[in-house]
């Protein structure tokens, strides 16, 4: 596991989770995530995968700012190159 990368996937996940600018559903969905990924319990490509399929679902919702969307994607991204590491 890249713990660099990890780090980053959480602050990323905080700082979305605490932005005020994008829906609370997002919000909410960004802790859980956050939450979810830091479950040690399970293994660290199906803790990504989780939190890949909740972030999806809001970066699809249309109520989602343009900005919010963007900030979605990157974390999607960053989990994605964490699975693989």
Do not use: F, W
Not at 33 to 49: G, P, V
Not at 64 to 79: D, E, F, N
């Amino acid at each position: 596991m890249d713990s660099k990368l990890y780090e980053e996937v959480l602050y990323l996940l905080d700082e979305l989770s605490q932005d005020t600018t994008v829906p609370k559903n997002v919000r909410k969905t960004a802790q859980d995530s956050k939450t979810r990924l830091q479950n040690e319990k399970e293994s660290l490509d199906i803790r990504c995968a989780t939190a890949v399929s909740m972030l999806d679902d809001m970066a699809n919702d249309p109520n989602v700012p343009s900005h919010g969307r963007a900030a979605l994607y990157t974390v999607i991204s960053r989990l994605e190159a964490l699975a693989k590491s």
